[in-house]
Nanobody, 120 residues
Framework: VQLQASGGGLVQAGGSLRLSCAAS????????MNWFRQAPGKEREIVAS????????YYGDSVKGRFTISRDNAKNMLYLQMNTLKPEDTAVYYC??????????????WGQGTQVTVSS
């Protein structure tokens, strides 16, 4: 599976961005898809996860209530709607396809990352 993330950019605190991730090749429609992020000097962390059919979602504590993950299997797309952005959300965001229908414990494919910068 090849993953291409897009939609990052520079936004002021309190603003919104929508990230997209396009899957090609072998699709991820039967597996969970995830968003991770990595800030400078920090480890990569899970941001959100969505099961293969969209029925189960997970959010990291720092983004609960502000971010929404969704997917469109017919279009082979994954999305992350980010609202009320904070400077601490600044990071490179990666989409990833798990090798299981749920979770992020067996990532098979990573996207290239898209930079999100939130100014105060």
């Amino acid at each position: 599976v090849q993953l291409q993330a897009s939609g990052g950019g520079l936004v002021q605190a309190g603003g919104s961005l929508r990230l997209s991730c396009a899957a090609s090749g072998r699709t991820c429609s039967n597996n969970a898809m995830n968003w991770f992020r990595q800030a400078p000097g920090k480890e990569r962390e899970i941001v959100a996860s969505i099961s293969w059919n969209g029925g189960v979602t997970y959010y990291g504590d720092s983004v609960k209530g502000r971010f929404t993950i969704s997917r469109d299997n017919a279009k082979n797309m994954l999305y992350l709607q980010m609202n009320t952005l904070k400077p601490e959300d600044t990071a490179v965001y990666y989409c990833a396809c798990n090798r299981k229908p749920m979770g992020w414990d067996l990532i098979g494919s990573w996207g290239q990352g898209t930079q999100v910068t939130v100014s105060s």
